[in-house]
């Protein structure tokens, strides 16, 4: 039996010029809160912007962002709503606030539906924000995104660090490009990160320091805005566009 | 209007097969629809029929209907997927993405929510014939 949804799904994406996956070896480095703050600030250059939450097990760029009452159109497939001027697909609109115990092939499955069954409209950007680690999920992706570029994010730390190692060793292996990793929740200057980037021969695409200030603007895109998280992360897109 | 999605899928895919096997005409699509999807079949067939390229142009499209079994990964009981209970937003929730049903389903043995779907999972191209060009 053949699966009649992987035939489909590069022409779902063939609007978007560029396609931008956020992502990490390891949880907890502020992944997703990049990837918003990323795809934000594109729109707010003025590029025609979509926002995709691929970490089905754990969402949480609807809570970032505040996206509330959503849901996608019907129109020979799904079309994703609007939110802050962006396109924004996530799985929350069908698991709503409830926990999705997923395996990793159920997780395949579920992003492949999502991604032969959503409609992009023309896009200068689609920013994926990626599920954590370089299992099921991620390889999936990186087989069916045609195009697909990888924002790594680590944060100062050697143990986070490792797993990104990793990650890029695997992104290379795989021949996919990556336009450089982000060092994320910067409380003390260190070339720690820098060094360990630049050895690999990839981009350290910058610091971004702690900011206490950021959780107070959760879900507030207003408040978001005004943070020095969000301006040094505005400045980084600049790198990346 | 996700069968529209599906049947664009079906349509493409058996006629890049066609092309690889040289087929000058499909006479026949079979199309298997697991119960999870709960795929409304006259939209479905409409859609089917409304994309149909030039080769597919004469082919008759076959459903074939696969039960939902699911299977539990903890207690091992098997139980038979029955839409007739579930609400409507979680009847959709399933449609557009099968894995939801470990969102809302549960075992009826033990109550886990860690289960497989056995059979009956979504759309798939179960086989096409047709006729080979003479040359």
Request: proline share 5%; with cysteine; net charge negative.
């Amino acid at each position: 039996m053949t699966d009649p949804r992987l035939e489909i799904i590069g022409r779902r994406l063939e609007k978007v010029e560029g396609i931008i996956a956020v992502s990490s070896g390891k949880g907890g480095v502020g992944k997703s809160v990049v990837a918003s703050a990323l795809a934000l600030s594109l729109r707010d250059k003025g590029h025609s912007v979509g926002l995709l939450d691929l970490d089905f097990t754990s969402p949480s760029t609807h809570v970032i962002l505040g996206v509330e009452d959503l849901y996608p159109e019907e129109e020979y497939g799904i079309v994703p709503p609007l939110a802050h001027g962006m396109r924004y697909m996530s799985i929350t609109y069908y698991s709503l606030d409830r926990p999705a115990p997923l395996r990793g092939a159920d997780v395949s499955d579920a992003i492949i539906e999502l991604l032969a069954i959503t409609r992009w409209e023309e896009l200068d950007y689609l920013v994926i924000d990626m599920p954590p680690g370089i299992g099921d999920a991620t390889l999936d992706t990186i087989r069916l995104v045609e195009g697909i570029r990888f924002i790594v994010v680590t944060t100062p730390s050697k143990v986070a660090y490792e797993t990104v190692r990793k990650q890029i060793t695997l992104l290379r292996e795989l021949e996919v490009p990556i336009l450089g990793v982000v060092e994320n929740m910067v409380m003390k200057a260190t070339s720690y990160i820098r060094e360990q980037v630049e050895a690999e021969r990839a981009v350290y695409l910058g610091a971004v320091e702690y900011d206490a200030e950021l959780e107070d603007t959760i879900g507030d895109v207003g408040a978001l805005r005004k943070t020095q998280f969000y301006r040094t992360i505005s400045g980084l897109s600049k790198k990346v566009s | 209007m996700h069968e529209w999605a599906l049947a664009e899928g079906v349509v493409s895919t058996a006629t890049r097969i066609a092309e690889e096997k040289g087929l000058e005409r499909v006479t026949e699509v079979k199309v298997n629809i697991g119960e999870l999807q709960q795929i409304e079949e006259d939209i479905f067939r409409f859609a089917l029929d409304q994309l149909r390229t030039p080769l597919l142009k004469d082919a008759e499209f076959v459903f074939e209907t696969t039960p939902g079994r699911l299977r539990c990964r903890v207690c091992g009981e098997e139980w038979s997927f029955s839409p007739g209970g579930l609400s409507e937003d979680v009847s959709e929730a399933i449609h557009f993405v099968p894995e939801m049903a470990h969102v809302y389903l549960k075992c009826p043995g033990c109550g886990s929510p860690d289960f497989e779907v056995k059979e009956g999972r979504g759309v798939y191209l179960a086989s096409i014939k047709g006729i080979v060009r003479d040359d």
